[in-house]
């Protein structure tokens, strides 16, 4: 049966799914085969997208509190779109453009990206922006930005992987967020490969590995410093590619020839023969791979821990070589589109830094405004958040396609904080946890029944096709904000047709460093996806952009030396066990979306922790019973899963729950200084068996 050709609605693979609309028949998804990321698989999740399109609780009137403690109300557009905008309006003119914000998120369409971060800064004319991919993979966009002058997710097709000799994994668990990756992995093993994982837990991935290093929470810049230190030690860096194409190597060899084998064991807990075993492999085959992805990220040191993984892939010689190098498995579905086209705070369009003159007036001439009337950056994810009601902070929030109640680390904190708010607006097609907090609610059409482009995980520029009429009575982001535009009375042109806004984020990238000018939907369609830098439309497009230099001032890449320092927070008596937070098959970030599928829902019904049956011994928790697992910040109720593939020190939360479970509660808001990325990998709890009923 013909159907729409179109992408799935969660992670960054983007599998290729086509929608059949069987009239009075349910929707029905089926995978694609002409879709490299999937070729014909999908997961638990993509077989049931179509699920989302009837979720018994769909929004599909706006809502509005009339009074602090009045319930939520369906009320009509115009009225809660004059709502908006007198309210925003009054606290203008009060206490100036900043104290209204503006909060995306990564799975936005790159047409919503784009105009999110334009409707902030030229109807808003606030600094105050930012989304919910800070959370995600900021700290490794500013490691392979300081490393090769540019962050785009892997260093080539994702086919790539099926031809390599070996692919260390670090912090990722792709055998459960994203299955048909293993695909990929799963064929390279089949040519004589190797998987090497980096993992405190034995996850679905590490069990499917050749090697698996199961390191102390916190502690992978000792574990990728103790690789280096062997590679040097056995003579296996490529000292012919360094000369030739790095600078900075001497400093990265000094600090690595601290981290001798028995320290770096002393410090991960990862044998020695192991890490001298990973590094053999990585060095002796033709071709191979260094990727991270959360585990090693999401830490308030996690741009240095990326560095410690970039500078053994410079080391080994891979970055910038055909069917190799260093990649960053992003997460969320336009993670990475998302990232390029100015809804970050320091950021405008193609990439560009906020506060770069040249990047100001290219910008400002595409919207038709005065370069001195942009404003400067603004506050990072976390750091807007908490600043949320506080004197000198932002009074209202517009929100899209987040659930920070859920997804903030410190979720109990951020929650005052958005209480402590004059005006919360949600824009959702979902109920979700934040929406229930908001002031205006505004019903969103979703990912099927409207059209839009995404980029994938491997820089590949897709196009989202509507499938389905949207339910009656919900907009587009793209009329939400055209329709709040006009009545700010914003300058430039507030397209509706995503269409037209791909041309004008185009022309707006153009000479940025993500330069989409050369793409068109038309072109997305004829050659199934176009990978950027494109910056032209005979371009045949960059899916491996290493390959002659480096996009650097003198095209090399540049070594970082990063030492070990552990975590923000450290076990200690009083909380003796590491946490770390992370996904289960069956759900999908912060769950508002996976929570409603039914499906879904059986499948991973609620949160739990593992465990290790020693500790689970001695603190006498059994199996299947209640457990309070308490932080500096707060405190979580779950249920106990005893395993023996975790660490005895470490225990592991997933994160897609809300209430008394969420893993958030738990955890640590400390800031990687350059990335500003939160420490949601790593923070000491202590866990109590709670009375049988
Ligand atoms: Fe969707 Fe990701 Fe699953 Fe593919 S792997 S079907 S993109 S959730």
Known sequence: MAGTPTHCPYCALQCGMTLHDGGSEPVRVTPRDDVPANAGGLCQKGWTAAELLTVPDRLTAPMMRRGRAAPLEPCGWDEALDRITAETGRLRDLHGPDSVAVFGGGGLTNEKAYQLGKFARIALGTSQ????????????????????????????????????????????????????FMRHLTRMREGGGALIVVDPRRTATARQADLHLQ??????????????????????????????????????????????????????????????????????????????????????????????????????????????????????????????????????PGYRRIDDPEARAHVAGVWGVDPGDLPGPGRSAYELLSALGTAGGPKALLLFGSNPVVSAPDAAAVEERLGALDLLVVADFVPSETARRA?????????????????????????????????????????????????????????????????????????????????????????????WPCPSPDHPGTPRPYLDRFPTPDGRARFVPVEHGGAAEDVDADYPVYLTTGRVLAQYQSGAQTRRVRPL??????????????????????????????????????????????????????????????????????????SRMPEFKVCAVRLLPLPVE
């Not at 962050?151 to 070996?166: C, E, K, Q």
């Not at 670090?170 to 967020?177: K, L, Q, S």
């Not at 949207?470 to 995503?498: C, H, M, Q, Y």
């Not at 979580?636 to 005895?648: E, K, N």
């Open 601 to 674: 829902a059986e499948a991973a019904p609620g949160p739990f922790v593992e465990l290790h049956p020693d500790l689970a011994g001695r603190l006498g928790i059994e199996e299947g019973a209640g457990v309070r697992v308490e932080s500096r910040r707060g405190a979580a109720t779950v249920t106990a899963r005893l395993t023996g593939a975790i660490r005895s020190d470490t225990v592991f939360i997933p994160f897609h729950w809300a209430g008394e479970g969420r893993a958030n509660l738990l955890t640590n808001p400390a800031l990687d200084p350059v």
């Open 129 to 180: 922006i930012d989304y919910n991919g800070r959370f995600c993979m900021s700290s490794a966009a500013a490691a392979s930005g300081r490393a090769f002058g540019m962050d785009r997710g892997l260093p080539g097709p994702v086919t790539d992987l099926a031809s390599s000799g070996a692919v260390l994994l670090a912090g990722a668990n792709v055998a459960e967020t994203m299955p048909p």
């Open 215 to 348: 390191p102390t929470p916190g502690t992978d810049i000792a574990l990728a410093n103790g690789l280096l230190h062997l590679a040097l030690a056995e003579g296996l860096a490529d000292e012919e590619y360094i000369a030739a194409r790095t600078t900075g190597f001497d400093a990265v060899r000094t600090v690595a020839n601290a981290y001798w084998p028995d320290r770096a064991e002393r410090i991960t807990g990862v044998p020695v023969p192991l890490m001298r075993e990973a590094v053999r492999l990585l060095a002796r085959a033709a071709r191979a791979h260094v990727l991270t992805a959360r585990g090693s990220e999401q830490h308030a040191r996690g741009t240095d821990t990326v560095s410690s993984f970039i500078n053994l892939a410079l080391a080994l010689g891979l970055p910038g070589r055909e069917g190799s190098g260093y990649g960053c498995l992003t997460g969320q579905g336009n993670g990475q589109g998302g990232r390029e086209h100015g809804q970050k705070a320091d950021q405008l």
């Open 439 to 531: 002031d205006v609610v505004l019903p969103t059409a979703q990912w099927a029944e409207e059209s839009g482009t995404m980029t994938n995980l491997e820089g590949r520029v897709l196009r989202r096709r509507r499938a389905v009429r949207p339910p009656d009575g919900v907009r587009t982001d793209l009329e939400i904000l055209a329709a709040l535009a006009e009545r700010l009375k914003a300058p430039g042109k507030w397209s509706t047709d995503p269409r037209a806004v791909f041309g004008e984020l185009r022309r707006a990238s153009a000479g940025g460093i993500a330069d989409y000018s050369g793409i068109t939907y038309e072109r997305i369609e004829a050659e199934g996806g176009v990978f």
